[in-house]
T-cell receptor, first 116, second 112 residues
Framework: SQTIHQWPATLVQPVGSPLSLECTVE??????LYWYRQAAGRGLQLLFY??????ISSEVPQNLSASRPQDRQFILSSKKLLLSDSGFYLC???????????????FGPGTRLTVL | DAKTTQPPSMDCAEGRAANLPCNHS???????VYWYRQIHSQGPQYIIH???NNETNEMASLIITEDRKSSTLILPHATLRDTAVYYC?????????????FGGGTRVLVKP
């Protein structure tokens, strides 16, 4: 079965510090990978998605960047964090080969980031 | 993706069935209805999805009206662990980017 991991689970960082969040998926190959952010009491905002190694699409101009150095690894980074970067960061995956009737996204446990 | 409308909250008694409604009157022919839930401080959990036929799995049942303008998620025997925010989403599978857009959802509180 497939498993998705995220770490760290929680993070408190000062404004202006760098950021690196990691997401890995097990049990599947060539997944589509996604980074979402969920602000307190708000819905999900898609930040980045990737359909393959080195392929990154950005949905919203951000103080953030993403990379996919390996097939099942997705990294979210920032050089200098802003207060507005605080939130709950979720990684998700979906199979790239599934038929429409079985297509869905599965989420990781999330990383709660607080920027002070 | 078509918009959905859900009641903001509902209570349910433990052991009873929970029926969660969702309106999606502008759904298009190739859009599926998906349900996710999010327990406090956890990532969203996929529950079920369907196109036009009713669907059932180990977690829930999904009833979609014949005109597909609304649906109901049924949790057959609610437990305290089912307390969560439930999101109804309509989307085209395999669309470019494939992002999920969550609305406000329904905050379900299961009471003993």
């Amino acid at each position: 079965s497939q498993t998705i991991h995220q770490w760290p689970a929680t993070l408190v960082q000062p404004v202006g510090s760098p950021l690196s969040l990691e997401c890995t998926v097990e049990g599947t190959s060539n997944p589509n990978l996604y980074w979402y952010r969920q602000a307190a009491g708000r819905g999900l905002q898609l930040l980045f998605y990737s359909v393959g190694i080195g392929q990154i699409s950005s949905e919203v101009p951000q103080n953030l960047s993403a990379s996919r150095p390996q097939d099942r690894q997705f990294i979210l980074s920032s050089k200098k964090l802003l207060l507005s970067d605080s939130g709950f960061y979720l990684c998700a995956w979906r199979s790239s080969w599934r038929a429409a009737s079985t297509d869905t996204q599965y989420f990781g446990p999330g990383t709660r980031l607080t920027v002070l | 993706d078509a918009k959905t409308t859900q009641p903001p909250s509902m209570d349910c008694a433990e052991g009873r069935a929970a029926n969660l409604p969702c309106n999606h009157s502008t759904i298009s022919g190739n859009e599926y209805v998906y349900w996710y839930r999010q327990i406090h401080s956890q990532g969203p959990q996929y529950i079920i999805h369907g196109l036009k036929n009713n669907e059932t799995n180990e977690m829930a049942s999904l009833i979609i009206t014949e005109d597909r303008k609304s649906s109901t998620l049924i949790l057959p025997h609610a437990t305290l662990r089912d307390t969560a925010v439930y999101y109804c989403i309509v989307r085209v599978p395999k669309a470019a980017g494939n992002k999920l857009t969550f609305g406000g959802g329904t905050r379900v509180l299961v009471k003993p």
